[in-house]
């Protein structure tokens, strides 16, 4: 998907939301135990009612990983799922990949050719060797962490330099020579607004993935207000607080389906 499909998508549908599938098992209804295939089951629904409102999912890896090969199978059938049945909504494996030379193309090959995702999320702590792999592929997007919604995010990324400047801007105005607004992305977080301001003034058309909404606080007005740029740029991600809505009745992607329309609702005024 490239940029130009991302925003008609953003203004098809009024809607700039990207539902995080953290899909932890232990926190599924109880009508999924002794399901054969309990994510992919939790994943179908969840999707099937909230696509008229997302134009991004962000699958993080991790909790497909720590399930083992059935955890792996279960992913790999829910973006088979995605592909088949809603091609237009871009596709994010949140892996946070960051290494160099073949292995980094060996894990692009993974997301992009072995499943069909759209954009990986990376760390870029060992530089342009470890993105440029990703960069190669067209109409695929390399999503870099820049400044993200966590508390700790002070330990590094917004420590001073001594030529001026944070380290978050240095990986940003760095990466933003390797690539193109067509194919990086960068993680800001929406806990951040000022923040997210100063460097959409620097950064003003690549396109922003924005945690933090929704259990960590944030707020799509502060987002939207501060953020966007002239082709909306901006992905906001909502995960815990859409798909974890209602966590006992069998109806929970019901729950799922009404938040995530709240959300999409609410970023209909700034589209």
């Known amino acids: 998907m490239n940029y130009t499909q991302l925003y008609e998508q953003i203004k098809a549908k009024q809607s700039f939301l990207c539902v995080g599938l953290d899909s932890d098992p232990l926190h599924f209804p109880p009508c999924l135990k002794g399901a054969e295939n309990p994510i992919y089951t939790f994943n179908k629904e969840i999707v099937n009612a909230t696509a008229p409102y997302a134009v991004a999912y962000k699958i993080n890896i991790a909790f497909y990983e720590a399930e083992g090969v059935r955890g792996w199978q279960q992913l790999e059938m829910t973006v088979d799922y995605i592909k088949r049945n809603h091609p237009n909504i871009l596709l ?123 259990a960590q606080g944030g707020t799509i007005k502060e987002v939207a207000e501060n953020g966007m740029n002239k082709h909306c740029g901006l992905l906001v991600n909502a995960s815990r607080s859409i798909i974890f809505a209602d966590k006992t009745s069998p109806d929970y992607a019901s729950a799922a389906g009404r938040v995530a329309k709240e959300m999409a609702e609410e970023m209909a005024k700034y589209v």
């Open 92 to 214: 994010i494996a949140d892996a946070k990949r960051g290494d160099i030379g073949n292995t980094a193309k060996q894990y692009a090959k993974a997301f992009f050719e072995t499943m069909a995702f759209d954009a990986v999320t990376l760390a870029p702590y060992m530089g342009e060797d470890s993105i440029k792999p990703f960069l190669e592929y067209p109409d695929k997007w390399a999503i870099i962490l820049a400044l993200t919604s966590n508390a700790s995010a002070v330990d590094f990324e917004t420590q001073e330099l001594a030529a001026g400047g944070h380290l978050y801007e240095k990986v940003i105005r760095t990466s933003m020579q390797w690539g193109s607004v067509d194919n990086t992305m960068f993680v800001v977080g929406a806990t951040r607004p000022a923040k997210l301001k100063e460097i959409r003034e620097y950064c003003k058309d690549n396109f922003f993935l924005v945690p933090g909404v929704g």
